[in-house]
């Protein structure tokens, strides 16, 4: 019998389309350790890999530009993409659309990297901070509309200084979407430009929940507000990228609250006391 020899091309075509049709292999989920990386200025390739074996990677320049950390080698992460067989070396790989780090340490090491880069930058530089109007007319809060935070803000100010108008900017404060809401709602108060203090913040919970204010973007949205900006995320023990970038920071949203206002009856004492 007559054996039918297949040319190099023809294995490798036909190999790259059972990898192309596989939908376990449409999309696949991996966690690795960062192998091999170098910055490139387009597309990057790098390795991942465990204590027993190494694939290569290739993330497209757009996919990139995405991700909210900056990777290092050694680093654990979380990948998803497809797998896909490049034909002209026969080599597999995995072409990944997202990747985040993968538990608490890497998250704690994505956030050392980006409190570098800033403060080299110079955005926590004192100098920059805005001094906070001392007689506010109006006060824009970012935060959820339900919870304890915008609660406690507005108790506060009534008590203080009830002439303040508050306007809350609803905003989503935990998962995917916080980020882009956050900076948003901060480039929608500066556009509006009728606001003396900016209040931004949320609740306490875990660096997970907490890690949209640690977002180079919304960093960047807070520094370039032209508003003086309070951010109170977290309990007091919590430090955030948003509360270092922040021309004020506050422990609490009382706290917040009472940073943005004098308390009315005294500053009436004082213009009695002038007379």
């Known amino acids: 019998m007559s054996k039918e020899y297949l040319t190099v091309s023809a294995l490798t075509k036909y190999l790259h389309t059972k990898f192309t049709r596989d939908p376990y292999l449409r999309r696949v989920y991996l ?13 990057q390739y790098f390795s991942l890999k465990d204590d027993n074996a190494v694939i290569s990677v290739m993330m497209f320049q757009s996919a990139f530009s995405k991700i909210k950390f900056e990777p290092e080698e050694g680093m654990k992460v979380l990948v998803s993409g497809r797998v896909d067989l490049y034909e002209k070396s026969g080599r597999y790989q995995i072409i990944i659309d997202t990747m985040q780090p993968d538990g608490v340490g890497a998250l704690y090491q994505a956030y050392e990297q980006l409190v570098k880069k800033l403060r080299i930058e110079g955005l926590f530089n004192e100098e920059l901070k805005k001094p906070l109007v001392k ?13 304890a935070v915008i609660r406690d803000i507005i108790t506060t100010t009534r008590r203080r200084y009830p002439i303040a108008q508050l306007v809350l900017f609803p905003a989503v404060v935990q998962g995917d979407d916080a980020a882009d809401s956050l900076v948003g709602r901060l480039k ?32 960047r949205a807070i520094s370039d507000s032209k508003i003086p900006v309070i951010s109170s995320v977290g309990h007091e023990t919590d430090t955030t990228i948003a509360d270092l970038v922040a021309d004020v920071r506050a422990a609490t949203p ?20 002038y007379r």
């Open 135 to 147: 007689y506010p007319k109006r006060i824009a809060v970012i935060t959820s509309p339900s919870g």
């Open 254 to 273: 009382t706290a917040a609250a009472e940073l943005a206002t004098p308390v009315l009856s005294e500053e009436i004492v004082k213009i009695k006391q």
């Open 31 to 43: 966690t690795g350790e960062i192998s091999n990386f170098r910055r490139r200025a387009t597309h």
């Open 188 to 219: 929608q108060v500066n556009e509006d430009g009728n606001f003396d203090t900016i209040i931004i913040g949320r609740g306490g919970g875990s660096i997970e929940d907490l890690w949209p204010f640690n977002e180079e973007k919304v960093a």
